[in-house]
């Protein structure tokens, strides 16, 4: 998917659920890096992946709704191969509803919790259809009126779909936040607040996409790989199985 010409400018303050007033927030948890450290973390993510792509197979905001939908306690691999085929039969909500909870359980059943996802599936397409005139809302808050859809899928939805900054926190970037100490939070929503608050500005379009895939492929849950990491002669890890004095990845002379 193409990026978006203009993206419209977010709250760095998540919004509560309820959509009320939040709250007055509790001091953040000092953390044990500097604002030049979180730079160059992010930096070093940027130059490892200049343009990081979601791993969910998707051809419009409808298809990556559903996808992502999806993905709830399952792989990206295994949602993909099973909306290979119902993707090319229904790509619209309209499609969708033609289709029918029984064989869009068909084209899933390979996914965990298939039936109640099929179910929510046709329920979204049914809601988009008749609240939204067919088309995926921008919105968190209408995001997150859909059926299957929390709070994790609207900000993957609204950052990949529309180009709006946000930090949707699976279960990757939940462990970075607190094996790095960069956002340490109980709850997915303490841990989006918290980096939120020390990403900088300008790295926050790919942030979110930086995080999972450096917990996915390199910082990952059993075993990090320490020995591969880009930024582990920064990481404050008390996990951190090795001293590193230098990043291990080539990175351009002049910008070291």
């Known amino acids: 998917m193409d990026k978006p010409a203009a993206k419209d400018k977010p709250s760095r303050q998540p919004a509560s659920r309820s959509g009320a ?21 992010f930096r070093r ?27 709830a306690q399952a792989t990206d691999a295994g949602v993909n191969k099973a909306t290979r085929e119902l ?15 029984e064989k869009v359980r068909d084209h899933i059943r390979t996914i ?8 929510n599936v046709i329920a979204l397409s049914r809601k988009l259809v008749e609240d939204f005139g067919g088309e995926v809302p921008r919105t968190r808050e209408e995001l997150v009126t859909l059926p299957g859809v929390g709070r994790k899928t609207a900000n993957v939805v609204m950052s990949m779909a529309f180009g709006i900054p946000t930090l949707a926190v699976d279960t990757h970037i939940l462990r970075l936040g607190n094996r790095l100490r960069l956002a340490p939070g ?19 379009y790919h942030a979110h996409h930086w ?3 450096h917990g996915r492929y390199c910082c990952k849950a059993r075993k990090p790989e320490c020995e591969k990491c880009v930024i582990a002669d920064l990481c404050k890890s008390k996990e951190k199985t090795t001293d590193i004095p230098a990043p291990l990845v080539e990175l351009p002379a002049q910008v070291i």
Request: no cysteine; glycine share 4%; net charge positive.
């Open 186 to 204: 109980k709850t997915p929503d303490e841990v989006e607040e918290r980096f939120m608050r020390i990403i900088p500005d300008h790295w926050l």
């Open 45 to 71: 993510f940027s130059i490892q992946r200049p343009e990081p792509k979601g791993e969910l197979a998707h051809v419009n905001p409808f298809t990556l709704v559903v996808a992502v939908a999806l993905s």
């Open 87 to 101: 993707f090319k039969v229904a790509d619209t909500p309209e499609k969708m509803l033609a289709l029918g909870e």
């Open 211 to 213: 995080l999972i895939l």
């Open 21 to 41: 007033k939040a709250a007055p927030r509790k001091p953040a948890p000092r953390i044990p890096y500097t604002k030049a450290e979180i730079e160059e973390i």
């Open 112 to 119: 965990g919790l298939y039936r109640n996802k099929a179910k």
